[in-house]
């Protein structure tokens, strides 16, 4: 990760313009390739929420923000670390950038047969459809805040923020984004076992 304060060359009103009309176009295209990939809109349940709690119910993934909604945000904790370090003279303007354009990338690969299938097969989420356009779009911005707010908190704040994400997502939904990685990756029955007793 990062220094918590790492060199960066201005950021000018006219990029943070440019910057914006980028991420419009990634989150416009975000949405473009969900409903091209069988996606819906929002939830098929009609009742349009900002905030659904149940992991283990259909309506999770299909309104704007969910229990999973806080591994995007360590998303941008990770994103603006990871830049910082490898890119550090690049304002952040352009690093916001690419940590939305990786957002909405992994949105979009997320939500490929091939990941739902994995979802479905490897991971608790055996009942996965994927995401809706609405929460695609909802785990975008949650990386942008984390983006933000790792900027705002330095390295080691930072740090102790992302430890207590997943220690809060694992006890509350007994998962959290590096147990989910590691579980597509290379899944083990012990942990999936432990995850869905939860039902």
């Known amino acids: 990760m990062a220094a918590s304060k790492p060199i960066s060359t201005p950021v000018s009103t006219d990029q943070w313009k440019r910057a914006g009309l980028i991420i ?4 416009a295209i975000t949405i473009i ?15 349009p929420r900002v905030w ?12 704007l923000l969910d229990p999973y909604s806080f591994a995007h945000f360590s998303h941008g904790l990770i994103f603006f670390s ?12 352009w690093r916001l950038c690419i940590a939305v354009g990786l957002a909405a990338g992994w949105e979009i690969l997320e939500n490929s047969p091939m990941i739902i299938n994995r979802f479905r097969t490897a991971t608790m989420s055996d009942e996965y459809l994927g995401d809706s356009a609405v929460n695609a779009v909802g785990d975008v911005l949650c990386c942008f805040a984390g ?13 102790l923020l992302f ?16 147990l ?20």
């Open 24 to 27: 419009l176009a990634i989150l």
């Open 33 to 47: 390739a969900m409903r091209i990939e069988g996606r819906v809109w929002w939830c098929e349940c009609r009742t």
């Open 52 to 63: 659904i709690s149940d992991v283990w119910s259909p309506h999770c993934s299909q309104h």
């Open 82 to 93: 990871v830049l910082a370090l490898v890119v550090p003279r690049m304002s952040l303007a």
């Open 147 to 159: 983006f933000f707010v790792a900027r705002w908190l330095g390295l080691w704040k930072t740090v």
């Open 163 to 178: 430890l207590a994400l997943e220690i809060t997502l694992a006890f509350w939904i007994r998962d959290s984004l590096l």
């Open 180 to 199: 989910t990685t590691v579980m597509l990756i290379s899944p083990i029955e012990a942990i999936k076992t432990w995850q869905s007793a939860a039902r």
